[in-house]
């Protein structure tokens, strides 16, 4: 089979390699990758390991959709021909993570564990899940990282309700697929992004207000849209000093999921309005397995398709990757087979 790996950390040391196709042993399913989704924690472990512990040679890339090709003596879950998505995480399966206070948890696929940038990938059952009856397999690919992080926070611990107003920051895959699920769900939703451009697309997603950073003070834009009262779920994609900003823009009693680090790995803010308004800050490292499928059955029941930027072949996995550090509007993905 034609495989991504890499020698020791860098983009500079990514290539293609032919590997034999792993058999499955007992309890382990053998799938045909049909397409892999980009996200940026992949990038990152790409270009310097985000401080894990890798081992090479290292098959890089964390969210895949395809086929069971083959399955182990004792397989419960699948059976060949069945269409599956990975899961992120693949130990957390329900409830608490695994990890303690000294150690947090952090093995996932394209980390501490294989990625999936190959042609085949053979892994534990318990690591899959079956893909949604109403998308393609490329869109599937953009389910177990982004989409679940939007849902986790929005929906597994945020519970979110119709009519709170959630703010994104972006146009990534996080903050598409929380514009996307938001609005089905009868939230209005408020689009941060410094393009005009991208802000009029979001708004033929359903965004109910868009405000170009650029130009204004998003902030203040935020308490005139919201007649003062602030956003009830913000999606923290920057980081940094960046949670200051969305602190003053939270409503009170509102929610701020922690999720990204573009604005770096060190996060700050004030406390004072913290304290006032009683918010709730919460770090979200994706979800579980359960979460995941409780969210592909939603994702089939309200009939939401995933957004794609652009599809690249295989072979493409360099120009992808240049795509990812422009910006992408949605998600970015590799068709595989």
């Known amino acids: 089979m034609n495989s991504w790996r890499m020698d020791e950390k860098g983009r500079n040391r990514l290539s293609q390699a032919t590997l034999p196709i792993p058999l499955p042993n007992a309890g382990?399913?053998?799938?045909?990758?049909s397409a892999v989704s980009l996200n940026y924690r992949d990038?990152?472990?790409i270009e310097n390991g985000m401080g894990l512990a890798l081992t090479f040679p290292f098959i890089p890339g964390s969210d895949m959709a395809g086929v069971v090709e083959a399955v182990g003596g004792g397989n419960t879950r699948f059976q060949v021909g069945d269409r599956v998505v990975g899961n992120f995480s693949p130990d957390w399966i329900d409830g608490r993570n695994t990890g303690t206070a000294r150690n947090p948890p952090y093995k996932t696929l394209g980390g501490l564990y294989p990625g999936v940038l190959a042609e085949y990938v053979c892994f534990p059952e318990d690591w899959l899940v079956h893909a949604p009856a109403t998308l393609d397999d490329a869109e599937a690919s953009t389910l177990p990282c982004a989409a679940l992080t939007a849902w986790f926070a929005l929906v597994e611990r945020g519970t979110l309700r119709a009519g709170q107003t959630v703010l994104t920051h972006g146009?990534?895959?996080?903050?598409?697929?929380?514009?996307?699920?938001?609005?089905?769900?009868?939230?209005?939703?408020?689009v941060v992004s410094g393009s005009d451009d991208k802000i009029a697309r979001a708004k033929m997603l359903g965004a109910t207000?868009?405000?170009?950073?650029?130009?204004?003070?998003?902030v203040e834009s935020v308490y005139r849209l919201t007649n003062d009262q602030g956003a009830d779920h913000i999606l923290e994609t920057i980081g940094g000093t960046?949670?200051?900003?969305s602190i003053e823009a939270a409503a009170v009693n509102g929610r701020i999921s922690v999720i990204g680090v573009f604005g770096g790995f060190e996060i700050s803010g004030p406390a004072?309005?913290?304290?006032?308004?009683?918010?709730?800050?919460?770090?979200?490292?994706?979800?579980?397995?359960?979460s995941l499928e409780d969210m592909i059955g939603a994702i089939d029941r309200l009939g939401i398709k995933p957004v794609i930027d652009a599809r690249y072949a295989f072979s493409e996995l360099p120009d992808a990757l240049d795509h990812l550090d422009r910006g992408a509007f949605g998600k970015i993905v590799i068709e595989v087979n």
């Open 209 to 218: 207000y868009g405000i170009n950073r650029l130009s204004e003070d998003w």
């Open 43 to 45: 990038k990152l472990v």
């Open 171 to 190: 146009t990534g895959g996080v903050a598409i697929f929380g514009l996307q699920l938001a609005k089905a769900l009868g939230a209005s939703v408020i």
């Open 242 to 245: 960046h949670l200051g900003r």
């Open 272 to 290: 004072g309005p913290v304290l006032r308004k009683g918010l709730t800050l919460q770090g979200i490292g994706v979800g579980h397995r359960r």
């Open 28 to 33: 382990e399913v053998l799938v045909k990758v």
